[in-house]
């Protein structure tokens, strides 16, 4: 079974940082793109940022682009979410996710993820 744990989330300021983390059991990350996504209250869930496998390519959304940082450490079986310059719309549960095929494209549709954390809070206030 797939466990991926996220972490990092907290209250902070708006224009402060803070850095995610998503931990997977041995293996499980390895050879599958792997994603952010999150979810405001009241609002549907939206893709925030992906990597590949390897960890060379990146991509993001609008929203975050030049803000967030996403990264993977697979000897760690570990991806991160670096946030910088945070704002009251970044407010929302992050849930990291996995590919549902390995060695795939990162795609922005929650329905190409298979397995999910249980996600972690970030507020942010003004």
């Known amino acids: 079974q797939v466990q991926l744990v996220e972490s990092g989330g907290g209250t902070v300021q708006a224009g402060d940082s803070l850095r995610l983390s998503c931990a997977g059991s041995a293996d499980i990350v390895v050879d599958y793109t792997m994603a952010w996504f999150r979810q405001a209250a009241g609002k549907e869930r939206e893709f925030v940022a992906a990597?590949?496998?390897?960890?060379?390519?990146?991509f993001y959304a609008d929203s975050v682009r030049g803000r967030f940082t996403i990264s993977r450490d697979n000897g760690a079986n570990t991806m991160y979410l670096q946030m910088n310059s945070l704002k009251r719309e970044d407010t929302a549960i992050y849930c990291c996710?996995?590919?549902?095929?390995?060695?795939?494209?990162?795609?922005?549709?929650?329905?190409?993820?298979?397995?999910w954390g249980r996600g972690t809070q970030v507020t942010v206030s003004s």
């Open positions: 990597v590949t496998w390897s960890g060379r390519d990146t």
């Open positions: 996710a996995r590919h549902r095929r390995q060695w795939e494209v990162p795609g922005a549709a929650a329905g190409e993820y298979g397995s």
